[in-house]
């Protein structure tokens, strides 16, 4: 039988807790969370507001408020074949 390379909580896109708090601790992955913080901060948005920081296309200074929802949609990668 093979061994399952995780076990326990996930999060909704389908990356482990744990493996997520991984890749947090890595220098980039820092980066990433601190420009997000900081852009959250910038837009003067409080602890618990149901809304993202997203940021406008190709800047990680600059955004505006938006629900997650189209947020997420708007961030898809376009695929070639």
């Known amino acids: 039988m093979a061994k399952k390379r995780f076990d326990g909580p996930k999060y909704s896109n389908g990356n482990h807790k744990s ?7 890595t220098e980039k992955g820092r980066s990433i969370r601190n ?4 852009l959250r901060t910038k837009l003067k948005m409080k602890v618990g507001d149901p ?7 190709g800047s990680k200074t600059e955004g505006r408020p938006q629900n997650a929802k189209s947020n ?6 376009k695929r070639s074949a």
């Open 19 to 25: 493996q997520q708090t991984a890749y947090n601790r």
């Open 35 to 38: 420009g997000a913080n900081r």
């Open 51 to 57: 809304r993202e920081a997203g940021h406008y296309a």
């Open 72 to 77: 997420a949609a708007r961030k898809k990668p």
